[in-house]
């Protein structure tokens, strides 16, 4: 087998024309198209990373906002529990204080009333003692 200079410089022509052919219509376009396709896929990638760290940075704000609600809802059930057993405190001496003036009240009137039952005895003694000394002399 002999090599023939003319069929080798042909080959390696269509072989370079046909490489420049392919580079201009196939390969570029093939190569611009994945070139956009990894920059898409590398924005959306950064988008994902970005609303991933967003998403984060409001988990982390609502779990310190509840965390504040709760604290803020402890110290007003807190102040709110204190009121309440001083209202019940002051209720309580209130009501106390009520039925020792109207035990002081009612005091006062069975004492009145012992009196005046004292003096009604007083004034009707002679007539009783007379009353009984009749009875036993008869």
Same mark, same amino acid.
């Given at each position: ?35 956009? #396709?990894? @920059?898409? /896929?590398? +924005? %959306? ?5 970005? !609303? *991933?760290?967003? $998403?984060?940075? =409001? ?17 007003? #059930?807190? @102040?709110? /529990?204190? +009121? %309440? ?5 002051? !209720? *309580?001496?209130? $009501?106390?204080? =009520? ?19 004292? @003096?009604? /005895?007083? +004034? ?15």
């Amino acid at each position: 087998m002999t090599i023939q200079i003319p069929v080798l410089l042909w080959t390696i022509i269509c072989f370079v024309a046909l490489a420049f052919i392919l580079n201009k219509l196939l390969f570029k376009p093939f190569f611009r198209v994945m070139d956009a #396709r990894r @920059e898409r /896929l590398d +924005s %959306a990638q950064a988008e994902k990373t970005a !609303r *991933e760290e967003a $998403a984060a940075a =409001a988990l982390e704000e609502a779990r310190r906002l509840r965390e504040e609600n709760e604290k803020e809802a402890e110290v007003r #059930r807190t @102040e709110a /529990l204190r +009121s %309440a057993r001083e209202d019940a405190r002051t !209720r *309580e001496a209130e $009501a106390v204080k =009520a039925q020792q003036e109207e035990l002081e009240q009612y005091r006062q009137k069975m004492e009145t009333e012992r009196q005046a039952m004292l @003096e009604a /005895l007083l +004034s009707h003694t002679g007539e009783l003692t007379d009353m009984i000394s009749a009875r036993l002399l008869k």
